[in-house]
């Protein structure tokens, strides 16, 4: 996605790869390709990632725009406010509080904000110990996003326990739960993605690289 844009855009119009990315995203949400799976692993939860993914891109491509917005005290406020309103927001919609179209674009902002507060949170110099882990990361941001939804377990015992809680414990279960989840998924990307890339023509045709 990243070459193409490249290609389709040398005069690098903000605008345009906005457009592209949420077309391409409408492509296959709105397709059957958010329905398929291939031993077992569920694509519409790739295709629900490729928002935050698009935003990284952008927010990479475009960093001197993007902080005249971000690097903004208020907006930090806001964005991390809004964050929380809209996540806790989900647990209203069975009570028939707030309706249900509300919190389905909830679910779609819930990831651009977390991208942004993320992106204005190490942006500020906070947590210097992690910063050469963070750019490690940042630097094959491609293959974790490709490769890690074949390791995200899905177990539904957890899930009814944590939904059994009260609002306070589930959330917090549910932030322990993620945070064990993605350091494994993470973890097991890299490593794979050592091994694909030892071969230069696996290395060229999965990552571009």
Same mark, same amino acid.
């Given at each position: 996605?990243?070459?193409v844009?490249? &290609?389709i855009n040398?005069?690098r119009w +903000?605008?345009f790869?906005? @457009? $592209?990315? =949420?077309m391409?995203y409408a492509?296959?949400r /709105?397709?059957?390709?958010? %329905?398929?799976?291939? =031993?077992?692993i569920d694509?519409?939860r790739?295709?629900?990632? +490729?928002?935050?993914?698009g935003?990284?891109v =952008?927010? &990479?491509?475009?960093k001197?725009?993007f902080?005249? /917005?971000?690097?903004q005290s208020?907006f930090? #406020?806001i964005?991390i406010l809004?964050?929380?309103?809209l /996540?806790?927001?989900?647990y209203f919609?069975?009570?028939?509080?707030i309706?249900l179209y509300?919190?389905k674009?909830? *679910?779609? +902002?819930?990831p651009?904000?977390?991208s942004?507060i993320v992106?204005y949170? $190490?942006?500020? *110099?906070?947590?210097? &110990?992690?910063?050469? @882990?963070?750019s490690? +990361?940042? &630097?094959h941001?491609l293959?974790?996003?490709? =490769?890690?939804?074949a390791?995200?377990?899905?177990?539904?015992?957890?899930?009814?326990?944590i939904l059994?809680?009260?609002?306070i414990?589930?959330? #917090?279960i549910?932030?322990?739960?993620? %945070?064990v989840?993605?350091? $494994?998924?993470?973890?097991l990307?890299?490593?794979?993605y050592?091994i694909?890339?030892m071969?230069?023509?696996l290395?060229?045709?999965?990552?571009g690289?």
């Amino acid at each position: 996605m990243m070459v193409v844009m490249e &290609r389709i855009n040398r005069k690098r119009w +903000l605008l345009f790869d906005i @457009v $592209f990315i =949420l077309m391409i995203y409408a492509i296959f949400r /709105f397709s059957y390709v958010a %329905t398929w799976e291939i =031993l077992g692993i569920d694509l519409g939860r790739f295709v629900g990632a +490729l928002i935050p993914f698009g935003m990284g891109v =952008l927010l &990479r491509k475009y960093k001197s725009l993007f902080h005249v /917005f971000i690097e903004q005290s208020w907006f930090y #406020t806001i964005a991390i406010l809004s964050f929380f309103i809209l /996540f806790i927001s989900r647990y209203f919609e069975d009570l028939g509080i707030i309706p249900l179209y509300c919190v389905k674009v909830g *679910g779609y +902002l819930l990831p651009l904000l977390g991208s942004l507060i993320v992106f204005y949170t $190490f942006s500020h *110099g906070i947590y210097m &110990r992690m910063r050469s @882990v963070l750019s490690y +990361l940042g &630097r094959h941001s491609l293959p974790i996003y490709i =490769l890690h939804i074949a390791f995200v377990i899905q177990l539904p015992q957890v899930g009814s326990f944590i939904l059994q809680q009260n609002a306070i414990t589930s959330v #917090t279960i549910q932030i322990l739960y993620a %945070t064990v989840l993605t350091i $494994f998924s993470i973890s097991l990307s890299l490593v794979v993605y050592k091994i694909i890339v030892m071969s230069s023509l696996l290395k060229r045709l999965f990552f571009g690289e």
